[in-house]
Structure formats: C-alpha cells, structure tokens
C-alpha cells in the first residue's frame, strides 16, 4: 500500500508540474478511444455468431478504430460504434445512451420494415365474439367465425405461455389450431417449452446450444441439448404457425419446437434470425449495450442464426389490405386447414 501511495502522490505532483491536469478530469477509461477499445474488445471476447454472420471483427477494427480519437465527441462517437454494430446486423445488438435513441443493429428492426403488415385489431375480425385476451395483448385467443379452428397469438414468451393449457382445454375438440408467432418479442423460451405437451405424442430433440465461457475463440461451455416432453392428453390436430421478420429471439426457439412435430406447417414470412440468448453490458461512459455470447443448432444440425426460418408457405400481407382490415397471412393459414 506504501509504494502505491507514493507513485500515486508522485503522479500527482508531476502531472501538476507539467500542466496535465486534464488527465484527473475523468477517468481514463471513459476516454473515447477507451470507450472504443472496451466495447470492441468485449465483442471480440464474448460475442458467439462472427462466422455465422460472416464478419471479420478484426477486420471490423481496422475500419472503425482509426475514426476515433481523443477528440471525438460522444455524438460522434456513438455514431461511429453504432456503424460498427450494424455490421453484425442482429436483431439482438443495440446500443443504449441517455437522450438517443436507442441503436438497433438489425436492419429490420431498425428501419420497422414491414412492420405495419401485422395487425392485431384486424385479427380480432376474424374471431367469434366472446374471444379472450390479455393485459397489453400479451396473449390473443379464440374461434375463427365460421371454422373449427381455435387460434392464438402470442405477443412475447413468458407467463403468457401458461394461456395455452386453457386454450387447449377449451378448443380441444377443434379441427386445427393456428398459433400466431408474428411479431413475437422473445423472452424466456422455457416456458414455451414446458407448455406445449399436450401437442407432442413423445419427446422430441429441438436444438443444441453452447455459450462463450472464456476470451479465447474456442472458449465455450459443452454443448446442451433442449427437448420437448410429452405432458397430459395429446392432441393430433393438424397446426399451423404464423411468422414474420419480427419473430424473434425465444420466439424463434419456440418455432423451432413446434416444427418438430409432424402436425405442423409454418406460414408467413421468415423469422428475423436470432435467437442465441443475449446478455447486457455498460461501459464506464454510461452507454449500454447488448451482445449474444451464444451458438444454436437446430436439430437438423444447421444454425439459423443470421438466417431465419423460413415457413413452408411463404406469404406476407400487403399494406393495403391492412388497411382494408384484411389479414391474407392469416386467412392463407385458415384455408391451409380446412382444406386438410
């Protein structure tokens, strides 16, 4: 502690000496080029998805790095970081900072392409009165007039997921089921998983995932297999899926589940590609951000990531039957299952 003391005191005297007083004004590290260098680096070491995603990091840093430097403003400065994130282009990379908005490295979600193609009041049409739905239109469930179809949406992956079971219970003697995944938010996936038996006749392999658990490019934990169970009294009817570019994350994993069984059929458009869990972190500025230390296999042994799952049946509304209250990606789906 003495020698610290003493080369601290020393530090002191010569930075007053010299005139260097404008060291003391911050700490270092909230410097533009440390800022710089700590998100960069923290990417480099725990970000998973580079190949998937086809990006060079280092290459990334030899284009980036020499447009910061001590004099970069934090405006300036949060624009260049931000160009450097949007070479990744995921839909879970974001880039936080008090009184801007909030950076998306994803283009689609950045830009809200397409994001008006999906309607929750023009659904509300298409079900019999008396349908149910929760707070916020976390969840959306009941008849298709004039069908025997029951059908669901779900806004996120959580709680809301318990809704399934009394959506079963009280549609099980349907002739199919559509559940509308579009513009799904993500969440905790588990849940999705732990509420679907009633929909498997046995225990299926979904994917495999592993997380980044060191600095080092190989640095990972072992490899984790997720199932689905069978839980309570199986339902054969035939389903149908409904996805969009904004399914995401959890709601991506969720799809991934439901392809597995052998009544199912995905309808809309892909979904955004990225659905490794992702982790937040500050820097010494106070700026956040958001990063995926995380690989997925799909059980077809393929990753999806940067990719997305693309539906059997490719369809997406146009904006002008949207605001005629028409819904052609949901009504391809409720003619996919009375023509069964």
Not at 148 to 160: A, P
Not at 291 to 308: F, R
Request: glycine share 8%; hydrophobic share 35%.
């Amino acid at each position: 502690m003495k020698k610290l003391l003493i080369i601290f005191v020393t530090g002191v005297i010569i930075s007053f000496m010299f005139g260097c007083e404008e060291v003391f004004v911050e700490e270092p590290t909230r410097h533009p080029e440390a800022i710089f260098e700590d998100i960069w680096t923290t990417f480099h070491q725990e970000y998973a998805p580079f190949e998937e995603r086809g990006v060079n990091w280092l290459s990334v840093y030899d284009t980036y790095r020499p447009m910061v430097d001590a004099a970069t403003s934090d405006t300036e400065l949060f624009a260049i970081v931000s160009q450097m994130l949007e070479t990744l282009d995921d839909g879970h990379v974001s880039l936080t900072a008090p009184d801007k908005e909030v950076f998306f490295s994803n283009q689609v979600r950045r830009e809200l392409i397409d994001n008006e193609l999906f309607n929750i009041q023009n659904i509300k049409k298409y079900l019999e009165p008396g349908f149910r739905e929760g707070e916020e239109q976390s969840y959306l469930y009941g008849k298709i007039k004039n069908e025997r179809i029951g059908y669901i949406f779900f806004d996120h992956v959580g709680e809301n997921l318990f809704r399934i079971n009394d959506f079963l219970a009280e549609y099980e003697e349907m002739e199919g089921f559509i559940i509308d995944l579009r513009h799904n938010k993500g969440g905790d996936f588990t849940f999705g998983f732990s509420e679907i038996g009633r929909l498997t006749d046995q225990s299926r392999y979904v994917f495999k995932s592993k997380t980044k658990n060191g600095p080092k490019p190989d640095d990972y934990t072992d490899w984790h297999e997720w199932y689905i169970h069978p839980k309570g009294d199986y339902l054969h009817q035939p389903i149908v899926v409904l996805t969009d570019r904004y399914t995401i994350s959890a709601g991506e994993r969720l799809v991934m589940a439901l392809k597995t069984l052998p009544t199912t059929t995905t309808i809309g458009d892909t979904t955004n590609g990225a659905h490794g869990t992702l982790v937040g972190r500050e820097l010494a500025n106070g700026w956040f951000y958001a990063l995926v230390p995380q690989k997925v296999e799909m059980y077809d042994g393929n990753s999806y990531e940067g990719i997305g799952l693309a539906p059997d049946l490719y369809t997406k509304n146009l904006p002008s039957e949207i605001e005629d209250g028409i819904d052609k990606t949901l009504q391809t789906a409720i003619n996919q299952l009375t023509n069964n």
